[in-house]
């Protein structure tokens, strides 16, 4: 384990009476497709939430890159190489795709005090944009609103703003939900190109997206991790099967 | 120190922080509950003097006068609610401050037309009209009245929050919203009944000032604002906090006006402490805002539960 | 914006045009009193536009900008009252002491959110209105005459109401151009997101509390200015001009020409100067038609008047 990127130790986080989070211990290695699974509600965002630092966890400790980032905020997490997506998409509806995009850029390269120059004339800046959009496929729509184009593009937006934070860890929030079957084959290509250069910590319910691009799965019930292990060994795992598994496939 | 001055100040500042709390008890709920923000609660204030003032006019009973003004108030708030502030529950903040701002010119203008710019004074009956003495000291009786009034609408408030089914449910709508909803309680009436209630209450507190003041156009838009320190520094939705936050920032704001030249002069020769005393008990006030917010941004009796 | 392409654009230049040439018009025409209206709508036009850059681009609801309005007043009241009359000395104070309020103040109230921030604002500005109005040694309620102008170069000089104008333009102008420049720079990128979607600014790595803080501080500072212009316009200033109903009024303004557009608030102040003008004369009760108007315009009419030439602009294409 000595390769891993994200370390996370004795994660711990409640609402009240409500546990999400339970001890949670799981490790992403670097350039590695982590999945995570777990039926409704077992604290899969909660999860992310922590890790993105949106949350702070009761207790634990989240190690970035060797680095103590559990008190960080989540401004300088993502400064630090930590993209993370949304579940219900969130992106800024009243601006183009390439504006979305470009904030991303800006966000995560140098301060933003700049008075003056109007963004849009600087060139490298749109490029980084233009090309993260290229890489999901809607370079054609970069100049629409955001609010104007479909569902599933709103998903590959998502993921084209994490992409254009030049991370080097991401954290996808079930980018395929309520994603057709083409998009969704379309984004697993996507993540798949990504495999080895970026590592990527993926929550996502659509087993044969999981079972097709993750390098390892970690099931989640009820905030524990019950399992880790490589993709083969999770589909045998009987004890996978009975949590969770054995309903969906039912 | 004279002992007498001190208790009379200490009963203005009782007087002050009780007809705070009447104003803030129906704007912490409304914000805490509908977050709604409503600057026109003054008007409530404004109008239930006038009202009250038209009744002893008619009538000369003041008793009367506070029991009709009283109704009159819930009426104008329940027309308020129904036909505008509902319509805004779901809209942002900036539309709430633009409407009630509205609102406040055509209350100050209607006010204008139908009672005219002069102000109306409010006499009182002889029996409040006296004083009372205790040994040295002497008492306008009609100071009495109005911090035993205050004293006895948070009673009736207390009771009516923390003992009745109306009072569950504003509770649980002050932290948890969804939760009231779903319970299938009708939460259009609820809304209704606060806001009027609410409404109720400022109007009293105006009914109460007016024979000491005179009614008068705008006489809300100052303590108004006065109000909603009460409702930040007590806690959005609680009120209980507006009731501790009333009394202490009434205190507060009393006693600095008078004494704090006093307190002044004990470090800095007393001619810097004159000019420098007013200016500086003037904003007493907002400095204890300020520090409660930088200590306990949810104010200091947040309600059980909130956000 | 495409200045002679769209009928907005073609109102706005004509705007413009009309207001470089205004006061000889009203020579022109006789009417000293038109060029006196003007000036003061276009103080209240850079306040507005100042407090748009909050408000309508930052989603900051403040209702103690009339406060900054006050703090640039009396930065030319007090230092006048003691005989101080560089007008650089008045511009650089009103400067200094807004953005030191505004930073203080600023960094409480971006803590809190929705209510609170709009409430705090308003306790804040409240308190300054509080301070003036006890402060004896310079009027407290009777306020303070201004006996000279802001004393500058003779080719900068404020003398007269020609000048006087121009200088009022010509900040107005600046502004108008600053913010314009603002909101498309990284600065201002940041500040729209956040507007719209706070969350995600913070998470694509922007500390947004101190952008939006610094935005702030711009606004304070250049509403001051407006502040100083007013001072020397009326030479008499007052507590009064920074009570929380001139800072209602003025959201109006901004609200009424039409949000995060850039010339939007100056639209809106110069109608709700005219109207206001214009409902005086015909009744006492001219009150009660604004808070009418605002009601209607809420519910009712988004977008302001700016918008309402976009329509224009819609329906030309349509048909
Ligand atoms: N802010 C909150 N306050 C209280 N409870 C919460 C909060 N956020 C989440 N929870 C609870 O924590 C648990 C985990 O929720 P979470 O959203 O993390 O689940 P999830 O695994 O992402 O589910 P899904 O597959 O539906 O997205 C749930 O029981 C949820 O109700
Ligand atoms: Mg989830």
């Not at chain 3, 209206?37 to 900051?60: F, K, P, T, W």
Request: hydrophobic share 50%.
């Amino acid at each position: 384990m000595s390769d891993a990127i994200l370390d996370i130790e004795g994660l711990h986080k409640n609402f009240g009476g409500v546990v999400a989070t339970e001890n949670v211990n799981l490790s992403v290695e670097r350039g590695e497709i982590h999945a995570i699974i777990g039926p409704n509600g077992a604290g899969k965002t909660t999860l992310i939430a922590q890790l993105s630092g949106q949350l702070r966890p009761n207790s634990g400790s989240i190690r970035f890159e060797g680095r103590d980032i559990t008190t960080l905020s989540m401004a300088s997490r993502a400064r630090a190489g930590l993209a993370r997506s949304f579940q219900i998409t969130s992106v800024i509806l009243p601006m183009t795709l390439l504006e979305n995009v470009m904030l991303a850029v800006q966000g995560t390269s140098g301060h933003s005090f700049g008075f003056w120059s109007p963004v849009r004339e600087d060139g490298k800046m749109t490029d980084a944009a233009m090309e993260s959009l290229t890489r999901v496929g809607l370079d054609n729509r970069a100049d629409q609103l955001a609010g104007s184009v479909s569902h599933g593009e709103q998903r590959q937006l998502e993921v084209a703003i994490t992409l254009a934070m030049n991370p080097r860890l991401l954290l996808l929030d079930e980018p395929m939900a309520g994603m057709g079957k083409e998009e969704t084959g379309h984004m697993v290509e996507i993540l798949k190109a990504l495999k080895g250069d970026k590592s990527i910590l993926l929550v996502e319910h659509d087993m044969d997206a999981v079972f097709n691009m993750a390098d390892r799965l970690s099931v989640l019930v009820n905030g524990h991790i019950i399992a880790t292990d490589t993709v083969e060994n999770i589909r045998n795992n009987a004890e996978v099967q009975r949590a969770y598994l054995g309903d969906e496939h039912a | 120190m004279d002992w007498n001055l001190l208790i009379t100040q200490l009963m203005n500042g009782l007087q002050l922080g009780l007809l705070l709390f009447l104003l803030a008890s129906g704007l912490t709920l409304i914000f805490g509950i509908m977050d709604f923000i409503n600057l026109s609660h003054g008007s409530f204030y404004m109008v239930g003097a006038y009202f009250c003032g038209t009744i002893v006019a008619k009538t000369g009973s003041f008793v009367l006068g506070i029991l009709f003004g009283l109704v009159g108030v819930f009426i104008v708030g329940a027309l308020v609610e129904w036909f505008i502030a509902r319509k805004l529950y779901r809209s942002d903040h900036l539309d709430h401050v633009l409407v009630t701002f509205g609102l406040i010119l055509i209350f100050d203008t209607l006010v204008h037309m139908i009672w005219g710019a002069s102000g109306m004074a409010i006499p009182l009956p002889d029996v409040l009209n006296g004083q009372v003495s205790i040994g040295t000291l002497v008492l306008p009786t009609y100071r009495l009245l109005i911090i035993a009034a205050g004293l006895g609408v948070a009673a009736f408030l207390y009771v009516l929050v923390t003992r009745t089914r109306l009072g569950m449910l504003i509770r649980a709508g002050a932290s948890n919203r969804t939760m009231v909803e779903a319970l299938g309680v009708n939460i259009n009436r609820l809304f209704l009944i606060v806001f009027a209630i609410g409404a109720s209450m400022a109007g009293l507190a105006g009914m109460l000032i007016a024979p000491i003041t005179e009614a008068s156009i705008g006489m809300g838009n100052d303590i108004i604002i006065i109000a909603f320190v009460v409702v930040i520094v007590g806690g959005i939705g609680s009120v209980k906090g507006a009731f501790y936050a009333g009394l202490i920032i009434g205190l507060i704001d009393t006693l600095s006006r008078s004494y704090l030249d006093d307190v002044l002069a004990l470090s800095i020769p007393i001619e810097y402490a004159e000019t420098a005393a007013p200016a500086i008990s003037a904003m007493m006030v907002y400095i204890l805002m300020a520090v409660v917010l930088a200590f306990r941004p949810q104010g200091l009796f947040p309600p059980a539960g909130a956000r | 914006m495409q200045l002679l392409s769209t009928r907005r654009g073609l109102f706005y230049t004509a705007l413009l045009v009309f207001l470089a040439i205004a006061p000889w018009v009203f020579q022109w025409i006789d009417q000293p009193f038109y060029l006196d209206l003007l000036s003061r709508a276009l103080i209240l036009g850079i306040a507005a536009v100042s407090l748009n850059l909050i408000l309508g681009y930052g989603g900051m609801v403040s209702l103690g900008h009339a406060a900054y309005i006050g703090i640039g007043a009396y930065c030319v009241g007090i230092p006048a009252y003691y005989d101080f009359y560089s007008g650089w000395l008045h511009i650089g104070l009103a400067l200094s002491v807004s953005a030191v309020f505004a930073l203080i103040t600023g960094a409480i109230c971006l803590r809190t959110k929705g209510v609170y921030f709009i409430m705090i604002t308003m306790a804040f500005s409240q308190m300054v209105y509080y301070t003036f109005l006890s402060l004896e040694e310079y009027g407290a309620d009777d306020g303070l005459v201004i006996y000279l102008r802001s004393e500058f170069p003779t080719w900068l000089s404020m003398d007269g109401a020609f000048s006087l104008y121009y200088w009022i333009l010509g900040v107005l102008l600046l502004s108008l151009y600053f913010v314009h420049r603002l909101i498309h720079a990284r600065f201002g990128r940041v500040i729209v997101g956040a507007k719209f979607n706070e969350l995600r600014l913070q998470s694509l790595g922007v500390n947004t509390y101190r952008y939006r803080l610094t935005c702030y501080v711009i606004s304070a500072m250049i509403c001051s200015l407006a502040g100083v212009l007013l001072g020397n316009f009326t030479s008499f200033i007052s507590p009064e001009m920074m009570g929380w109903t001139r800072s209602g009024e003025l959201i109006f303004m901004v609200i009424m020409g039409g949000v995060s557009t850039v010339l939007g608030p100056l639209l809106g102040t110069i109608s709700f100067v005219l109207l206001e003008e214009w409902l005086a004369a015909i009744t006492v009760y001219w009150h009660l038609i604004f808070g009418v108007l605002l009601v209607v315009l809420v519910l009712y009419g988004k977008g302001g008047l700016d918008g309402l030439l976009g329509l224009m602009d819609r329906g030309k294409k349509s048909s």
